[in-house]
């Protein structure tokens, strides 16, 4: 992979980490629940390592990681923190959202080629991903609330907020059109998950 691709692909991730480091901040201010919150403040630790080790790759490759989040990252952490007030299980919903959209892309980037010393970096990366979506959802099991979405709830939410992010990302008058895609679409899985 030219390095060029390289660069843009691990600063796609940096960018995933930050945005994630934005919403758990705001589901740790709005949960409301200390046991939750420390679980949360962990998770967010992690992501802090990633956006270091990331960007640390991307200097010894010649590149500038991005040190903070872009639009995409002020409507996800807006977001969390409306869902968070709702309480643990709004904190633990959006945060499954968010993990999902970050597992999402450690996938895709470990589907390509990647440098050795890159390679080793994300697969870390990733298993603290699983890590934090299976706990989630194992919460959220507990709690009486399905730990993951119905496929047609997953696909509706997965590509609202692909369409939200990538249009907060390159063009902010569309902000608003894919912002409502992802609000009917949070919407709708939250009704088919409670009929689930």
């Known amino acids: ?18 945005d994630a480091i934005t919403a758990y901040t705001q589901a740790i201010d709005h949960c409301g629940d200390e046991a939750l919150a420390r679980t949360l403040s962990q998770f967010r630790a992690d992501h802090h390592r990633h956006v270091r080790n990331l960007g ?12 903070q989040t872009d639009f995409s990252g002020f409507a996800i952490a807006s977001f969390t923190a409306i869902a968070a007030d709702a309480g643990r299980a709004g904190a633990l919903t959006a945060m499954e959202s968010n993990e999902a959209a970050a597992n999402d892309a450690y996938r895709q980037t470990l589907s390509r080629y990647l440098p050795d010393d890159i390679r080793r970096i994300v697969e870390r990366n990733h298993a603290d991903e699983e890590h934090h979506l299976a706990t989630i959802r194992r919460e959220l099991h507990q709690m009486g609330v399905a730990g993951e979405m119905p496929a047609p709830a997953a696909a509706a939410q997965g590509w609202a907020r692909a369409t939200w992010t990538t249009a907060l990302r390159r063009n902010v008058p569309a902000m608003l059109l894919a912002a409502g895609a992802a609000g009917a679409a949070w919407l709708g899985s939250r009704l088919i998950r409670q009929r689930w």
């Open 1 to 18: 992979m030219p390095d060029d691709m390289l660069l843009a692909t691990l600063r796609h991730l940096v960018l995933a980490d930050i």
């Open 56 to 67: 640390d790759a991307m200097e010894r490759l010649g590149g500038r990681p991005p040190r």
